[in-house]
């Protein structure tokens, strides 16, 4: 697919290659027919293309480090971080969650009764996860958070048993919710699905736009950098205090473990023996367990406001470590590109200024700088400062901004359409960042297409066929003229 930015502003997209390949694919095929769709078939020079985009597959990554990096000098390559979101939430730890959704999935998957039943008793219609997002199972967790609280998920599984519908899974659904400890603990893996969960899909969802995202994707990240690191709002308390006040006391294993270990233990008369003499160094003490979300679960006082608040961020964390390693480590270099790019952002600019430093990061980090054909533009970028920041400081307040909804109605693109005349320069820069894109959503549809297009009985038609029609319905969906 190409992206490229009109002369109105506005960021395109077509279907310009579909090729297809063998299973086992190799990068250099890969590298291949990109080069050869793009300076082949349509005799774009190297240097005209200026950013790619992959999924983190081994291929896509090793095609543009091995191959695609030093043919096209000026690009760089960014990854989906859309994608790479939903990866963040599966990371978090909810082996109780895990264990009740397995049962709930089975059932879901494959009996009409039982979605009947559902709506009979929790009163919605069952969502079902999907084969391909991680959407589909965080919707369906979601959802089952009132039936958990109120009880109807757990009459359900009392039904099923009842009527010997389903046995086996009933009967382990109805344990887990029938055991107050279990279903407290669901309820706080569930608290935690709706609020870490909900944002990280509403990211996720937002790194998936098709236009201006790469100016404006960084506030989201870092929004959910903020609440990886500190997951207890104040919704996130409330729901907590709620599970507290109805959660069983205490263990009676863990008291009575909790009791003894306040009087020292028995010793034997060999154990005696060996003991030091007084006066004597003392031995090393023994390192104490460190506390971790399955011992919490097996011994925490539930009842306990500031266990709980332990246990919810011990659920994040797996997450917020997933975050580090691939966000802030593996594409580091994305993220530099995202945090530089915020100098297109009108409300960016009015909130934090503009500098010449910052035309000064956008050209350490975005390689297309360095092509002959932007010589000299960042000189002019900082010669048009002065008008970028009065033409800034002519937005009107948030106040005015907002819309009957209350929510802010600033349009960006059209901010950019109006101001390209005056800002030259800073157009140029913008329409070539705006190549960037730090999703794969476009090729998804694409895809999303052929499946819905091409049946069992057309699998087999010839490729040229398959092309044409992935290219006229993409291409031509209300994306106007080319």
Not at 11 to 28: G, M, P, S, Y
Not at 80 to 90: F, S
Not at 231 to 243: C, W, Y
Not at 393 to 402: T, V
């Amino acid at each position: 697919m190409a992206r490229w930015v009109d002369e109105d502003m506005k960021v395109q997209t077509r279907v310009i290659e579909v090729e297809w390949f063998a299973f086992c694919l190799d990068h250099k095929e890969l590298s291949q027919s990109i080069i050869r769709a793009v300076c082949v078939t349509f005799h774009w020079p190297p240097e005209q293309v200026i950013a790619f985009m992959t999924d983190r597959c081994a291929v896509n990554l090793a095609a543009y480090r091995n191959v695609l990096h030093p043919v096209f000098s000026g690009s760089d390559q960014n990854d989906c971080l859309g994608h790479t979101a939903m990866h963040v939430a599966e990371a978090m730890s909810t082996p109780i969650l895990d264990e009740f959704f397995t049962l709930y999935n089975l059932e879901n998957a494959l009996s009409n009764r039982f979605r009947r039943m559902f709506m009979r008793y929790v009163g919605f219609q069952p969502l079902k996860a999907s084969g391909t997002r991680w959407y589909g199972e965080q919707d369906a967790r979601v959802a089952c958070e009132g039936a958990f609280a109120n009880g109807k998920m757990k009459e359900l599984a009392a039904w099923m048993v009842a009527n010997k519908y389903c046995e086996k899974t009933a009967a382990k659904m109805l344990a887990v919710l029938s055991d107050p400890r279990k279903l407290a603990l669901l309820q706080l893996e569930t608290a935690v699905e709706v609020v870490v969960g909900v944002a990280i899909k509403v990211m996720g969802r937002t790194l998936e736009g098709d236009g201006y995202v790469q100016v404006t994707g960084h506030e989201q990240i870092a929004g959910l950098s903020a609440l990886l690191n500190d997951p207890l709002t104040p919704g996130m308390l409330g729901k907590v205090a709620s599970i507290a006040a109805m959660a069983p006391v205490r263990p009676v294993v863990a008291a009575v473990a909790a009791l003894g270990a306040a009087r020292p233990p028995r010793q034997s008369a060999q154990a005696n023996a060996h003991a030091p003499a007084p006066g004597a160094a003392a031995a090393v003490p023994m390192a104490v367990a460190l506390e971790t979300y399955d011992t919490m679960c097996k011994t925490a006082d539930l009842k306990d406001v500031e266990a709980l608040k332990r246990m919810v961020k011990m659920i994040v964390h797996p997450a917020k470590l997933y975050f580090e390693r691939v966000f802030l480590r593996e594409c580091s270099d994305q993220m530099e590109r995202l945090v530089s790019a915020r100098v297109f952002c009108p409300l960016h600019v009015a909130a934090v200024g503009v500098h010449e430093t910052d035309v000064d990061k956008l050209v350490a980090t975005y390689r297309f700088f360095s092509l002959p054909r932007f010589n000299g533009l960042p000189k002019v970028m900082k010669e048009e400062l002065p008008a970028y920041k009065a033409a800034v400081a002519e937005l009107p307040s948030l106040a005015a901004r907002k819309n009957p909804d209350g929510k802010d109605s600033f349009d960006i693109e059209a901010w950019w359409r109006a101001k390209e005349t005056k800002l030259r320069a800073w157009s140029a820069s913008l329409k070539a960042v705006l190549c960037h894109v730090p999703n794969s959503a476009p090729p998804e549809r694409v895809f999303s297409i052929l499946n819905d297009s091409i049946g069992d009985d057309q699998y087999h038609a010839k490729a040229d066929y398959k092309k044409a029609l992935m290219q006229l319905q993409y291409n031509a969906r209300g994306r106007g003229r080319m």
